[in-house]
């Protein structure tokens, strides 16, 4: 997504028509989730992708077909079936449901996508609703678009009234949850609503080794990782060579001067306790979505009660994540640091923890247990 919209941009701002295929909604398993964008140019280069595979090849297809037409956006569902999955190795067996809108010079959309760069590189958040199924007699053309700001304010139309309040009203709620994106169904009709705001942050509190082992692991999968410690000897490139920020900084101090909204997740692992104190209040009177603290529970039970004592609302407390991390046995400082990594993902995307495995009574009931014969002899 961080390549597609700038790359739009630039392609109508020079003249050129391209076709824009957004992953709108998906059933069952499939390789790409709601989100997920294509571009295609009106040389047939494109950017992004849908998952790959027949799926991706046949949305191409239609999508240079449309830039030899002039035809409205339209919304088409593809079927992931096992002959699919049989030429790609594509074996998901879901439904993904697509919206494909051709844009040509003149168009609204450079200046929505001007904004929606503009929020992931840092700016005020912003959402795009569009209308990906009409109501029931309905003239309203698919594909039209209204842009929410995180202030309330709005710019374009859906084409009716009720659409634009529904499609604001939920683009709030996902600008508190750091972002996410939604099919709204009302009044017979379909939204996709996006929230788009700076990327996923991991904050760092402490330059010790579960951060180390943090910084990479948290860049490979995509948040921007900034890195806290009061000793210029453990914060610094040298460290952390894949930071996106490292300060020399008491830790209060250093989280008051980051920008931390509902995408940032703070982990905190200083190098004692009266450092982890401070940390841990700072992190939870923030506007934080995560706050992790690495240690015992008797070390947590200790600061939560001086916490409370300094007026930190329980509430608050028990949001945060101590002792940090999902429960895998980890004892190495990389093995501490997948744990913490998983929790951050799971609470970013809204996952359960729970094992992914086939249920027992499922198995039975999918795969009978047929006791062999014993041969006679």
Known sequence: MQTVFPELVKALEKG????????????????????????VRQDGSGVGTLGGGCVEGDIWAAARTALK?????????????????????????????????????????????????????????????????????????????????????????????????????RAQRLFGHGGCECI???????????????????VLCGGGHISRALAPLAKRVGFRVQVIDDRPEFANREQFPEADEVLVSPYDLGLQQLHINANTFIVIATRGHRFDDLA???????????????????????????????????????????????????????EI???????????????GGSPMKLSDALFRKLLPNREPSLARG
């Open 16 to 39: 050129e028509a391209c076709v824009l295929a957004t992953v709108v909604r998906v059933k069952g398993s499939t390789p790409q989730k709601p989100g997920a964008r294509l571009l």
């Open 69 to 169: 037409e002039v035809r409205p956006p339209w919304a088409t569902p593809y079927q992931l079936n096992e002959e699919l999955a049989a030429q790609d190795g594509l074996v998901c067996g879901g439904t993904m449901y697509f919206l494909i809108e051709p844009l040509r010079p003149g168009n609204p959309f450079p200046g929505l996508a001007r904004q929606v760069v503009s929020a992931t590189a840092g700016g005020p958040p912003v959402a795009l609703g569009s209308l990906v199924k009409a109501p029931q007699g309905s003239s309203l053309p698919l594909g039209t678009l209204l842009l929410i700001r995180a202030d309330g304010g709005t710019e374009g139309s859906l084409g009716d009234l009720t659409l634009d309040q529904t499609a604001a009203g």
């Open 184 to 202: 709204v169904t009302t009044e017979g009709a379909e939204l996709y609503v996006e929230a788009f705001i700076t990327p996923p942050t991991v």
């Open 280 to 334: 841990t209040e700072t992190a939870a009177r923030s506007a934080a979505r995560y706050v992790g603290l690495v240690g015992s529970k008797r070390k947590t039970i200790l600061i939560f009660r001086q916490l409370l004592e300094r007026g930190i609302p329980m509430e608050r407390l028990q949001q945060v994540r101590a002792p940090v991390g999902l429960d895998i046995g980890a004892r190495t400082p990389e």
């Open 337 to 351: 640091a997948l744990s913490i990594m998983a929790e951050i993902v799971m609470v970013r995307l809204g996952g």
